[in-house]
């Protein structure tokens, strides 16, 4: 057994390290799968560290965190585990209604749950579950790194790997945006607004959490700096150019010049990102490096360095990139409206679920009630990490998060403090910096949501407590704290109790992280089944007697993929719109008098299987407005049913009550069954929420609005408010009642102008 002892430990490290290098570049682990490869790792990590403790026994570091604190640390962490798994337990309505009266009305009204069914807190458990997955895979992580890193070498390899893997970040943003074809990594497709957007943003999506990344990475390599700094002493009293000598003489230039070049090229790439918030929190992160090393008398004298460093990157990097900054920051006074408008509109949630919260992973899925301004768009997340926490769990678990993080950070700043070697003193400057960095984007992002930064913040912050509290403060001493584990000691039962329950638990959390890349397998094979192989993009293959078995095929790998996750709206949505596609295809075979294929389902097949998938959608989802527009489709138009529609169509409307476009699809709705009086009712209120026409303000607008270039015009013609005129005119062909939607807006005016000038109407 002694012989497995160092295998364990090699595995776990390379573990660390293979999440470290594998989650950035999978686009920043966003996707399902990439999501559930890393939470497997993790538990299955953590399960071999449980097991090498049942082998060795566990031996405390010699500085550990006292005892009374762990144990405040982890009660609260179990407490928010355990308040985000009672957020998923079904509860009966008479508990239910008392602790969020808006999740029962939820459940019944738009999920079209019994009275006396019993249901969850979340409105979204699907959500709330991948969310408590991903937080669980993270203190995975960081129990690995607090427990298993002791030594400086251990830590120094992972340093080294976060920041090898910035520089490969960087090298890839820079390639990409040099050579850029459209494609992350020059084969994935991506939206096209990105081809012409400014800053870089490497294998993410987006550029601020490429900027997320980086400021993460960037005060780690000032802590290796500055440690390789103090190593280079000089002599009292010597002249300038001895001193010169003598630096330039120094063994560790080469490692010094090393990690400024890292500093240099990950700021100006943070830079060049043009993220705002990443450039704010960089700023104010290097701040607290400097305020945190003046603050120690032996670091003190080397606060010239950091002067020096400083200069270097605001001569270089900032003079440099001037322009694109300030452009980018003139942009502030209107880019940030929708945000602070979202932050308002994100209240209304906290007013509606003021104990428990919509459920852990729900805002998108409840934002959407509450949103009044930019309709036309959705928001997965509110970019403010605080508010979303305090939106999704209320009071009570943003109270639990608060003290942990509270307590823990408090704890290391007062460890730091203490700590007399120079290495500690460093890396754990550069690891509270890093953090602070995270803390500031956080306000005006969502980074923390992004598993690859979360992630690399959990390692960065696990980190720091290894250094303050495991690594020892002589170097000799690394030998020894390496070799604890090799020697097998008694183990009390006492001792076993914890990691054996642990090593329990982690099953069925592996299980269901399991399943879910099992479910997205058979997901992913939909769009490969489907794809028109004889076009370059992802279209949808034409539905023809010889394609007809390809969308069975289809059908049965979405279904198996609900059966797997069934609490996934995704599956049954995909399976609904495969069976109604082939329902309708169906209905023209049969008026044509053709046969079907065999094992392809008749009509009434189709469409029952179709409704009941939707059924279950809306059951995992209830507040988006697409399976209820879907579902009253299927009652209008295949089963004739119009109270069941119009019931629909209701529920559509207040999923999404500000909406123009759920509007306009209601109103196209109630036209198609010739209920005209609905329709233009509907269209009156779109005509008051639609602002799809209107320009942000800024210093061209006055300009745009009198001479109306072509791109204006156009999207004036792609507007909802356009869309409601034209219908009002098939309606009624009165052009009264067409001017008579218009608001009082300025721009509406035009909008009506240009309708009319279509029409040759006056």
């Known amino acids: 057994m002694n012989a497995a002892i160092p295998l364990m430990d090699k595995l776990l490290e390379k573990g660390v390290l293979f999440l470290l290098f594998f989650t950035p570049l999978v686009f920043g682990t966003v996707q399902k799968w990439s999501v559930s490869m890393m939470e497997i790792i993790s538990f299955l990590l953590l399960a071999l560290l449980l097991i090498k403790m049942l082998v060795t026994g566990y031996h405390p570091a010699k500085g550990a965190m006292t005892r009374r604190t762990s144990i405040i640390l982890m009660t609260l962490c179990l407490l928010f585990a355990a308040f985000a798994t009672l957020q998923l337990l079904p509860l009966p309505a008479n508990l239910l209604g008392p602790a969020s009266p808006e999740a029962l009305r939820i459940h019944t009204t738009l999920g079209n749950a019994a009275a006396d069914a019993w249901q969850t807190i979340s409105i979204n458990p699907y959500a709330t579950r991948q969310d408590l997955l991903l937080l669980l895979s993270y203190a995975a992580v960081f129990t690995i790194i607090a427990n298993h890193y002791r030594t400086q070498a251990q830590v120094r390899t992972v340093v080294t790997a976060i920041l ?36 870089i943003w490497g294998p993410y999506i987006n550029r601020n959490h490429f900027a997320g990344y980086l400021e993460i990475a960037i005060p780690l ?64 992160s290097f701040c607290c490096f400097v305020w945190l090393t003046r603050s120690r008398r032996s670091l003190r004298r080397r606060s010239l360095l950091l002067v020096a460093v400083a200069l270097a990157l605001t001569v270089v990097v900032v003079f440099a990139s001037w322009d694109s900054l300030e452009d980018r920051f003139e942009l502030l006074d209107t880019d940030h409206v929708s945000r602070l408008d979202a932050w308002r509109d994100s209240l209304g949630i906290l007013r509606d679920y003021p104990l428990t919260g919509s459920g852990l992973g729900t805002f998108e899925a409840a934002f959407r009630r509450y949103q009044t301004k930019n309709t036309n768009g959705i928001f997965d997340h509110t970019h403010n990490d605080y508010l979303e926490l305090l939106t999704d769990t209320g009071p009570v678990g943003f109270a639990l998060v608060a003290l942990a993080l509270a307590l ?67 170097h000799g001493a690394d030998l020894a704290l390496a070799n604890t584990f090799l020697a097998p000691v008694p183990v009390t039962t006492v001792r076993r109790l914890l990691p054996v329950t642990l ?4 099953t069925p959390l592996t299980c269901m992280a399991m399943t879910g890349l099992m479910a997205e397998r058979h997901y992913a094979a939909v769009d490969r089944i489907l794809d028109n192989k004889q076009t370059g993009e992802l279209d949808l293959t034409p539905l023809l007697p010889e394609t007809a078995p390809r969308y069975v095929e289809a059908l049965q790998e979405a279904m198996k993929a609900q059966r797997l996750e069934p609490s996934r709206a995704l599956y049954s949505w995909t399976a609904a719109e495969i069976a ?36 279950l959608a809306i059951s ?35 999923s999404f009550p500000n909406n123009a476009a759920i509007r306009l699809a209601v109103a196209r709705h109630q036209l198609a069954a010739d209920r005209k009086g609905d329709a233009l009712e509907q269209l009156r209120l779109l005509a008051k929420l ?38 009002a005119w098939r309606i009624t062909r009165d052009p009264q009642v067409v001017k008579g939607l218009i608001p009082e807006h300025s721009e509406a005016k035009i909008v009506l102008q240009a309708f009319l000038d279509a029409k040759w109407l006056e």
């Open 164 to 199: 090898s893997m910035g520089v490969l970040l960087v090298i890839i943003a820079v390639l990409q945006k040099t050579f850029w074809n459209g494609r992350i990594f020059w084969f994935y497709p991506v939206d096209e607004n990105l081809a012409s957007g400014a800053g």
């Open 221 to 284: 390599a000032l802590g290796m700096l500055l440690y390789l700094a103090t190593t280079s002493r000089t002599l009292p009293g010597a002249t300038l150019g001895a001193r010169a000598m003598r630096f330039l003489s120094s063994p560790t230039l080469g490692s010094q010049a090393s990690y400024f070049l890292l500093v240099l090229a990950m700021t100006a790439a943070l830079f060049a990102t043009l993220s705002r918030g990443g450039i704010i929190a960089c700023t104010v």
């Open 408 to 474: 823990f950070f408090t704890t290391l700043y007062r460890r730091w403090r203490r700590r007399r070697s120079m290495y500690a003193k460093c890396l754990g400057a550069g690891g509270l910096s890093s953090c602070c960095a995270m803390a500031i984007h956080s306000f005006t992002d969502f980074n923390l949501h992004i598993p690859a930064n979360a992630l690399l913040f959990t390692v960065v912050a696990a980190l720091t407590y290894a250094v303050l509290f495991n690594v020892s403060d002589h």
């Open 503 to 506: 090593l329990l638990l982690l």
């Open 580 to 615: 109604t596609r082939m329902g309708l295809w169906a209905s023209a075979m049969e008026l044509l008098k053709e046969p079907l294929p065999a094992g392809v389902p008749s009509r009434e097949q189709a469409f029952t299987m179709a409704r009941s998938q939707l059924q």
């Open 620 to 654: 995992a989802d209830p507040t988006n407005p697409d399976f209820h527009l879907a579902l009253a489709g299927l009652y209008e138009n295949r089963y004739g049913d119009p109270v069941a529609a119009q019931n629909e169509l209701r529920r559509a409307v207040e």
């Open 690 to 727: 639609d602002d799809s026409y209107q320009l942000p303000e800024s210093s061209r607008k006055a300009g745009t609005l009198e001479t109306q270039p072509g791109w204006y015009r156009n999207m004036l013609y792609r507007s909802n408010l356009y869309a409601a005129l034209d219908m």
